[in-house]
């Protein structure tokens, strides 16, 4: 009739003293709600406190349950079902038989310590410790919750049994929570506050991992006959569900605490000044071809400053190891996976001057800064539509004229036919390509009739250096074919990479 | 004179103050521009160190080049340039018995053996139906005035292409039989190439057999 709440028979925890709060109020009367006998079946067969709540109430279980301590549930229960108040010391330290502990809070660590705790926000202050472990900076995080497939398998037993037993009663029929969504319900709260941090789908993600321990995973899975047999079981109708299914005896499951951040993009812009420098780590039986690679020089930078575990290297199209990258420089993208912490962009000035003012000075890099999820439209901005500027190093046969020059120079849009070339054949579909060259300008080097500087802008996917040599005779028209003798390429540098805007 | 301009900017707060940096900086950037070409063309230029009157040519640089002589008649010589990933140019050595005719190679024709080897049709990275040879599989059979030879691979491997241009351009053999009159491509397996090997010889051996001064 009135509010006040009656003393617990036995067990003062908290109620008898007056000092009860709004939401253990409400989980006492919701314990007084339930269907006495099934809670009284249940809590003899083995089930925490918190299953049958789950499994029982008719009410969506809620967060109040996670302040309740397990034994003050225990006592609450046992006096609304009358059931035998057994000794709180064995019943509440015995693992639920259907959620192996995961809502008991109980759990070992990897060292096969073994944590209990009595409420929602201890467990969370031992999963705070574990996450801070991990070194990740964050505001905010998402929960992921993982079980052992026997809690399926537990639960299905049970739900079975209860339907079987008590099939004329309306709570039966309801949706029961699943374990996992249940541990985050009573612990998600708790978290948000000890970790000062809120909860989102956000892109920092925190997964509790419960599994057994080795031994037991053999008893307790199904085999495939027994599942057949579950399975025709649930088709007739039978259950072979009895009391005595429920004999096992659990250990509590190992929880593992795993924190995951989305990769991190940063863009900028690279040049390669060394001839001796592939763009990607590239080793073949063991041996690095040439010294250094611009992708772990730049990558390699980063990766510290980011704490990640590690990054992938993307660049807009590619040049050989042997020719440089000048100009404007070569749009590039690091990404880095599971940062502990984002780098300020002082941070970044600061790795950008340091390659850059590095004592071999083979690779260079500008614009150097964090970039979000419109990093991709960037990249495929310098990939195949664009054009691209070079100059080319060419000797020829015979001694470079005037006119050479100016029918070179004359030549605008012109079309080429690659086959693919012989150095990449081996890996490449054998294929006949159409390019153009957009212009040519022919720039003469002192003292040298034979040699000149070759400058030409030309459609993405050209091959440089087999326009200039013929390659056999299968790209055509070549330098050579054009100016009637043999030409061949010495150097080549790559002048500009054409961007959209810039 | 920019030393001082920044020092009227630094000494006036006002809305001018941002009007004033602006148009500096944007000097600063044409300047910066031109600079950026500079330093680009200078970068070009000093890598250029003494060039040789003649560089080696495309082949030599990027291929081993190995002759077979003699291959199952006299005077069959033909060479296969190697390139670092695997490939195999197929072609006749300049003392192949045909270059003896007079009036050179006049015809090719690459329908021998079971197939006409110029309509194959390779696909994709794995080299569909590419035709797979034995070291003596014919190739293509060229003709002069006076006689035909048949050309064989010498490779054992998959045939990737073979030179058609040779068919409307058959002098290209007698021009540059070592570059633009290549015969063919053949991609060899490694457990192949390491026993085909044995028999072939290098560009020394070659020019020693031959007593030629290339």
Same mark, same amino acid.
């Given at each position: ?105 109980? /759990? ?197 400053? #980011? ?144 040699? /000149? ?50 | ?61 990027? /291929? ?44 090719? +024709? ?5 197939? +006409? ?22 190739? #293509? ?74």
């Amino acid at each position: 009739m009135s509010d006040e709440t009656k003393p617990s028979a036995g067990d003062s925890s908290g109620l008898s003293n007056g000092l009860v709060s709004d939401s253990d109020r409400r989980v006492y009367q919701a314990a007084q709600s339930l269907h006495s006998s099934s809670v009284k079946d249940l809590l003899s067969l083995g089930v925490c406190e918190r299953c049958v709540f789950r499994l029982v109430s008719v009410e969506p279980f809620d967060s109040d349950l996670s302040s309740v301590s397990a034994s003050t549930l225990r006592s609450w229960l046992e006096e609304a079902s009358a059931a035998a108040a057994a000794s709180s010391e064995s019943s509440c330290s015995r693992v639920c038989i259907v959620c192996l502990g995961v809502l008991q809070f109980v /759990f070992s660590d990897a060292k096969q310590t073994l944590a209990r705790s009595e409420c929602g926000s201890d467990y969370a202050a031992r999963v705070t410790e574990l996450v801070k472990r991990e070194g990740h900076e964050f505001d905010s995080f998402g929960l992921e919750v993982s079980v052992p497939s026997t809690v399926v398998e537990n639960e299905r037993a049970v739900l079975l049994y209860l339907k079987g037993k008590y099939e004329t009663e309306g709570w039966v029929q309801s949706e029961k929570i699943s374990v996992k969504d249940a541990l985050k319900v009573l612990v998600l709260d708790p978290l948000k506050a000890s970790l000062g941090a809120k909860s989102d789908s956000s892109s920092f993600h925190i997964r509790l991992t419960y599994s057994m321990t080795s031994d037991e995973v053999q008893d307790a899975s199904e085999t495939t006959h027994e599942r057949k047999k579950r399975k025709t079981d649930e088709e007739n109708g039978s259950t072979s569900m009895s009391e005595n299914s429920f004999e096992k005896v659990y250990e509590p499951c190992i929880l593992s605490v795993n924190c995951n951040k989305m990769p991190i993009f940063f863009s900028g812009r690279y040049f390669k000044y060394s001839r001796n420098v592939s763009q990607t780590r590239w080793i073949i039986d063991d041996e690095r071809m040439g010294e250094a690679s611009v992708e772990e020089l730049i990558g390699g930078n980063i990766l510290p400053a #980011c704490l990640g575990d590690s990054y992938k290297f993307h660049a807009a199209g590619r040049e050989d190891i042997d020719v440089r990258m000048l100009g404007s420089g070569r749009p590039f993208l690091i990404e880095v996976q599971n940062s502990r912490k984002c780098p300020s962009q002082q941070s970044l000035m600061e790795i950008e001057e340091k390659i850059n003012n590095s004592e071999k000075k083979l690779v260079g890099v500008k614009d150097l800064k964090f970039i979000g999820s419109q990093c991709w439209a960037m990249m495929r901005e310098g990939e195949a539509e664009k054009q691209k500027q070079y100059a080319a190093l060419v000797w020829i046969a015979r001694p470079l004229e005037e006119k050479d020059i100016n029918s070179i120079s004359s030549l605008i849009e012109l079309k080429i036919l690659q086959k693919t070339p012989v150095r990449v054949l081996h890996r490449r579909s054998p294929l006949e390509r159409e390019r153009t060259i957009h212009w040519m300008k022919v720039e003469k080097i002192k003292g040298s009739s034979h040699y /000149f500087l070759l400058h030409l802008c030309t459609q993405a996917g050209t091959y440089i250096k087999e326009f200039v040599h013929g390659d056999l005779g299968r790209t055509s028209p070549s330098m050579g074919s054009i100016l009637g003798c043999r030409a061949e390429i010495i150097q080549l540098d790559v002048t500009d990479v054409k961007m959209g805007d810039s | 004179m920019e030393i001082q301009k920044t020092a009227e900017v630094a000494n006036n707060p006002e809305t001018e103050d941002t009007i004033e940096s602006t148009k500096q900086n944007q000097h600063e950037e044409e300047v910066e521009h031109c600079d950026e070409e500079d330093e680009l063309r200078s970068m070009l230029l000093s890598d250029i160190r003494d060039l040789p009157l003649t560089p080696p040519s495309a082949t030599q640089v990027n /291929f081993v080049s190995y002759f077979i002589t003699d291959f199952t008649k006299p005077g069959h010589d033909q060479y296969i340039y190697r390139h670092a990933n695997g490939l195999c140019v197929i072609g006749l050595a300049p003392t192949h018995v045909a270059f003896k005719d007079e009036g050179g190679i006049t015809n090719i +024709d690459f329908n021998v053996g079971k197939s +006409d080897r110029s309509v194959l049709k390779v696909s994709g990275k794995r080299k569909k139906n590419a035709m797979r040879s034995e070291s003596n599989t014919a190739l #293509c059979k060229v003709s002069t005035a006076k006689d035909s030879y048949i050309v064989r691979c010498c490779v054992k491997g998959s045939l990737l292409e073979v030179n058609e241009r040779l068919i409307n351009q058959p002098q290209l053999l007698n021009s540059s039989a070592d570059r633009e009159g290549y015969i063919a491509i053949i991609m060899p397996r490694p457990a192949d190439w390491t026993k085909n090997k044995e028999s072939l010889i290098t560009l020394e051996e070659y020019k020693q057999k031959k007593e030629l001064s290339l």
